[in-house]
Antibody, heavy 118, light 107 residues
Framework: EVQLLESGGGLVQPGGSLRLSCAAT????????MNWVRQAPGRGLEWVST????????YDTDSVKGRFTISRDDSKNTLYLEMSSLRTEDSALYFC???????????WGQGTLVTVSS | EIVLTQSPATLSLSPGERATLSCRAS??????LAWYQQKPGQAPRLLIY???NRATDIPARFSGSGSGTDFTLAISSLEPEDCAVYYC?????????FGQGTKVEIK
């Protein structure tokens, strides 16, 4: 059974930093692209970042470029999102998402909540 | 950026009725479109990918169609558990984008 367990969310002041982690089990982690998708309270879904197999390529939505970094450690079956210069508009539930072989969002974790507030 | 516009915003139907949800793209996404279902308090679930392929364990009452800029998700006979918000999403180009969602209510 595929399981994705996010951690690292919390309350942080504007301008602060956080590191999200996602522990993956139940599949061969190194064989799939991985993603972060966020959802502000009461709002829709927003794609944040994608990392390819082996981490060779990464993609980010414009609003987080230069502030967020997606990475992966295949030896630990773990996905990361380093977030810096956080803004109030980054407040959201952050989902760790496994791509399928067609690059759609096949499995989702339950999310970790990030709140950026003074 | 490709903008996906979903309609209607809310759909209220009775059990057994057919639901038709629309997703229109601001430019062609070929067939690279998916649909997700999100129930309150839960993570989204992949329903349909590449326009018309049902994901694993998705009931046959869910079907997708379309191409280019106009896409449809149909639920042939609504069940009470289909009460949810449905999102379309394109993977034709970066950035990946989602529609704003259609809420399906069961009368």
């Amino acid at each position: 059974e595929v399981q994705l367990l996010e951690s690292g969310g919390g309350l942080v002041q504007p301008g602060g930093s956080l590191r999200l982690s996602c522990a993956a089990t139940g599949f061969t982690f190194s064989n799939f692209a991985m993603n972060w998708v966020r959802q502000a309270p009461g709002r829709g879904l927003e794609w944040v970042s994608t990392i390819s197999i082996s981490g060779y390529s990464t993609y980010d939505t414009d609003s987080v470029k230069g502030r967020f970094t997606i990475s992966r450690d295949d030896s630990k079956n773990t996905l990361y999102l380093e977030m810096s210069s956080l803004r109030t508009e980054d407040s959201a539930l952050y989902f760790c998402v496994k791509s399928n072989s067609d690059f759609y969002y096949e499995y989702w974790g339950q999310g970790t909540l990030v709140t950026v507030s003074s | 950026e490709i903008v996906l516009t979903q309609s209607p915003a809310t759909l209220s139907l009775s059990p057994g009725e057919r639901a038709t949800l629309s997703c229109r793209a601001s430019q062609s996404v070929s067939s690279y479109l998916a649909w997700y279902q999100q129930k309150p308090g839960q993570a989204p679930r992949l329903l349909i990918y590449d326009t018309s392929n049902r994901a694993t364990d998705i009931p046959a009452r869910f079907s997708g169609s379309g191409s280019g800029t106009d896409f449809t998700l149909a639920i042939s006979s609504l069940e009470p558990e289909d009460c949810a918000v449905y999102y379309c999403q394109q993977r034709d180009s970066w950035p990946r984008t989602f529609g704003q969602g259609t809420k399906v209510e069961i009368k």
